[in-house]
């Protein structure tokens, strides 16, 4: 499709609706319009085929929202009436916007329009020496609590974004005037020189700067380069689970593309805060419970903190040696299954750093009678 039937045909009459038509209008009636006039349905009927192409073209451009946006920018930009200029000049000889387009040609004005709307110029722009140009990746920073973490959020991300200038659109010439195409590139943007007398090599032309255009009025706002840095605040989610230094890539949220291209991608780095009570192995939670020497040694049920408040009760066995962990299953970090880790309690066991006479005298008794063996031994063996 050329650049003359992107501006010329206007795809709200071959679909029968109004301007402002919610998505589910035009997909309704381009279904009822492909079902009357499909080519199965009306073999030989060059009419009807005609008449279903053009609804699946109208439909393609207004069911996408960007290619929509373009289009209806484009129509609103030249007029509804618009139309390519097929001969004759400007009066009095100057150059005219006609003349301007005539010079160009399609794949010219998709350079123009590209350069317009600070991106690609319409679907269907064919352009002969400059392709798609993918937009560069973006990175960005947030810090999250721990439970947030854990739990998953969703969090603000300033973003700092290279735009087309919205008081020139991002043409990058004074208000009332438009920019001429390069002399020397033609409109392409590129230049062909010769290194060393012998290979001739294509860079980016040196009078434009790669644009294909000049601008000989620049725009007051943005100095005649047609963009200017915006800041705006992007939701991202957060998913459940996410670590420290993890970086999660939202696709298309970067930088705009060139003539065409996609857009680059987001990449946000997470900074996980510590907690004070918990940590983190994996997908699991850990956390140290202090035990005194008798809950270790007669065995007792003690509360053990979870994430986000509350506490689950945990039997500890007679004779629970210091640094056990105990494993409490399904108080831990979501999993991207929706399942949940576990939550990993330590026993810390509390040596009193004094005893009352009567506690130190039933210690000694304790000595006594348990009479245990010198738990050092072995260890002493192993040296000799």
């Known amino acids: 499709m050329s650049t003359r039937d992107w501006v010329e045909k206007d795809y709200y009459k071959t679909l029968g609706v109004p301007k402002d038509a919610k998505p589910d209008q035009i997909k309704k009636a381009f279904r009822k319009i492909a079902r009357e006039n499909h080519p199965d349905q009306h073999p030989g009927d060059k009419s009807a085929e005609q008449r279903f192409k053009e609804a699946s073209e109208a439909h393609d451009v207004l069911s996408d929202p960007d290619k929509r946006r373009e289009y209806d920018e484009q129509r609103s930009l030249f007029g509804s009436g618009f139309r390519f200029p097929r001969g004759g000049g400007a009066p009095g000889g100057g150059a005219s916007g006609e003349d301007v387009f005539r010079t160009m040609g399609d794949a010219g004005l998709g350079d123009l329009l590209g350069n317009l709307f600070g ?56 208000a009332g005037t438009m920019p001429r195409v390069c002399p020397t590139c033609q409109g392409s943007g590129m230049q062909q020189s010769t290194s060393g007398g012998v290979f001739q090599v294509t860079e980016p032309c040196r009078e434009c700067r790669g644009r294909g255009l000049i601008v000989d009025n620049p725009c007051e706002v943005c100095h005649g380069s047609g963009r200017t840095q915006s800041r705006h605040t992007m939701q991202v989610r957060i998913p459940a689970g996410v670590t420290d230094g993890q970086k999660i890539r939202i696709k298309g949220k970067g930088s705009a593309g060139e003539n065409g291209g996609a857009a680059g991608d987001l990449y946000v780095i997470v900074h996980v805060r510590p907690h004070p009570v918990f940590g983190r192995q994996g997908d699991n939670l850990t956390v140290t419970v202090p035990v005194t020497f008798a809950e270790a040694a007669l065995g007792a049920e003690v509360e053990v903190p979870i994430l986000g408040g509350g506490s689950v009760k945990l039997r500890i066995p007679a004779g629970t040696p210091n640094g056990r962990t105990f494993r409490i299953r399904g108080r831990g970090v979501t999993k991207s299954t929706g399942e949940k880790g576990d939550l990993l309690a330590a026993v810390d066991v509390q040596v009193p750093g004094h005893l009352p006479d009567e506690a130190r005298s039933a210690l000694q008794a304790y000595a006594e009678a348990a009479r245990e063996p010198n738990p050092r031994n072995d260890l002493l063996a192993s040296n000799r």
């Open 119 to 174: 991106q690609a110029g319409a679907a269907g722009v064919r352009r002969t020496t400059r392709g798609p140009r993918r937009g560069s990746d973006v990175e960005g920073e947030v810090t999250i609590g721990f439970n947030q973490a854990v739990e998953g959020t969703t969090v603000g991300v300033q973003m700092a974004s290279d735009d087309a200038c919205p008081a020139c659109r991002g043409t990058g010439a004074k």
